[in-house]
């Protein structure tokens, strides 16, 4: 494998078997570095302060909202911190609110090394990944309100990704992005369902994805980008 820079890594994993696995598999990762390891909260702030690490591997035995207030301290002690959270469903997340908390990546604790290593290179260039076991929890994260939320404000889908598109394709998507179902969209543009279905199709082929969930995510890295 290989890659330009080197990503310092924090593996913050409670049973030991997981942390041993993890471990190995980023040593298989030349774009990886793990510079410790620690099995409790306490411990990993501890690291984060005096380590400053580019990734942290997240999986403690605590609960949602314990989760996110650890994310919140990490960013605190290490800003530039970025945090991959494995085996947590995203179904609930508001997605870009965590990421304000510098948690980007979901991913299982069975990926091997090459999935890990897409993840480490996605979350360093500020982008959202998740593992496609658990991006199956499809239309809940089109409907995370701060994602509708950042996804209106985004200004770049109109960047080179979206050129191919027409200026109707891109109403469409940004309507889409937002939250919005096909029927919506359709009143919204007075247009009818069966024009914005064909719009859908025209655009996911444009943009080279399967699904309605694939195509708001990777409009959505492209603005973290």
């Keep these: 494998m290989r890659a330009n820079t080197v990503s310092s890594v924090l593996v913050a994993v409670t049973d030991q078997l997981r942390r041993t696995?993890?471990?190995?598999?980023?040593?298989?990762?030349n774009s990886a570095n793990v510079i410790g390891d620690s099995v409790n909260v306490s411990a990993l702030l501890q690291q984060c302060t005096q380590r400053q690490p580019d990734i942290v591997v997240l999986d403690l035995d605590i609960s949602e909202a314990e989760m996110l207030e650890l994310a919140s301290q990490i960013q605190?002690?290490?800003?530039?911190?970025?945090i991959i959270l494995l085996d947590h469903q995203c179904e609930s997340k508001?997605?870009?609110?965590?990421a304000a908390r510098g948690i980007?990546?979901?991913?299982?604790?069975?990926?091997?090394?090459?999935?890990?290593?897409?993840?480490?290179?996605?979350v360093v260039a500020n982008s959202i990944w998740i593992g496609a076991k658990l991006a199956k929890c499809n239309e809940t994260i089109l409907?995370?309100?701060a994602l509708q939320a950042a996804a209106l404000k985004s200004k770049n889908i109109d960047s080179a990704l979206l050129s191919t598109l027409s200026e109707r394709e891109k109403e469409v998507l940004r309507l889409l992005v937002a939250g919005h179902k096909n029927f919506a969209i359709a009143?919204?543009?007075a247009i009818s369902p069966e024009t914005i279905k064909s719009h859908m199709r025209r655009i996911m082929e444009k943009l080279s994805v399967r699904d309605r969930t694939q195509l708001v995510i990777k409009v959505l890295q492209q603005g973290a980008a």
């Design 187 to 189: 009143q919204a543009l």
């Design 21 to 29: 696995r993890i471990k190995h598999t980023l040593e298989l990762i």
């Design 94 to 98: 508001e997605l870009m609110a965590w």
């Design 76 to 82: 605190t002690r290490s800003s530039q911190t970025k």
């Design 143 to 145: 409907e995370a309100p």
């Design 104 to 122: 980007l990546a979901y991913a299982s604790s069975e990926m091997d090394a090459h999935i890990l290593e897409l993840a480490i290179s996605t």
